[in-house]
């Protein structure tokens, strides 16, 4: 029963941190400029993986797609690919879970649902892996520009969806450890061991007639005829 609760809540939070790693894709706020050291912000520039944009004071905003994937910059495709991995992984590691977990009835015999229960774990681990690799790498773009001073070109800070996908990262790993560490409990099967007989009878009692059959003296079993 333990089992079974502890694959739920793993099921539950792998699929948050997988919505949670699907929704960086289309969020706009990769990265933001910086308002460090300027004294009137007349316009906030803020980009992601697909596109990048300007925001005016009245709150028009201007977008440019990257117009060529080959022109992109090293590090931007790739955070596309490692995102684009963690997406489809996690898709994967949702349908792997459906078919390993206990309260389900698909997918064959008690061992055999423990492994793919633990192959869920493993591809749920390398999708968050991918994401956080992604967005760390995205991350550390930024800061190095930011705390460059030879860098004179505009400095960006941290986007919510950097945070948006280290947190749906670290919540798919956390379910597929817990899925991984399930197939051991799985395995755990209740063992009998056969001792024999736990005693031996040290006596016999012999029934004659339904009655006990009593040793007396030998003396006693003969008349006084048989003397004679």
């Known amino acids: 029963m333990a089992s079974t609760a502890s694959e739920i809540i793993a099921f539950m939070v792998s699929i948050s941190g ?10 706009d706020y990769w990265k933001v400029s910086t308002i460090d050291g300027t004294v009137i912000t007349t316009a906030t ?23 060529s994937m ?4 090293g590090y931007i495709q790739a955070c ?39 192959l869920a ?15 760390s790498l995205y991350a550390n773009k930024i ?4 705390f460059d001073p030879l860098f004179v070109e505009q400095k960006y800070e941290l986007g919510a969806a950097l945070f948006i996908g280290w947190a749906g990262a670290s919540l798919c790993i956390i379910g597929g ?3 991984c560490f399930s197939i051991s409990d799985n395995n755990k099967t209740p063992r ?6 736990t005693s031996v009878m040290s006596s016999r009692t012999k029934y004659h007639g339904g009655e006990d059959f009593k040793t007396t003296n030998p003396s006693k079993q003969f008349d006084k005829n048989a003397y004679v």
């Not at 995102?83 to 309260?103: D, E, N, Q, R």
């Open 18 to 27: 997988w919505v949670l790693v699907s929704s960086t894709l289309p969020t």
């Open 45 to 67: 520039y803020w980009a992601n993986l697909w596109k990048a944009c300007v925001t005016d004071s009245t709150g028009v905003s201007n977008c440019k797609d990257f117009p």
């Open 70 to 73: 080959l022109a992109l910059d």
């Open 80 to 118: 596309r690919g490692l995102m684009i991995a963690a997406v489809s992984l996690g898709f994967f590691g949702s349908i792997f879970a459906l078919f390993g977990m206990k309260c389900t009835k698909v997918g064959g015999s008690d061992k055999a649902k423990a492994k793919i229960a633990c």
């Open 121 to 135: 774990g493993i591809v749920f681990i390398l999708s968050g892996l991918c994401s956080m690799t992604g967005c």
């Open 143 to 146: 800061t190095t520009e930011f």
């Open 177 to 179: 450890v817990v899925f």
């Open 192 to 197: 009998y061991a056969y001792n024999g007989a």
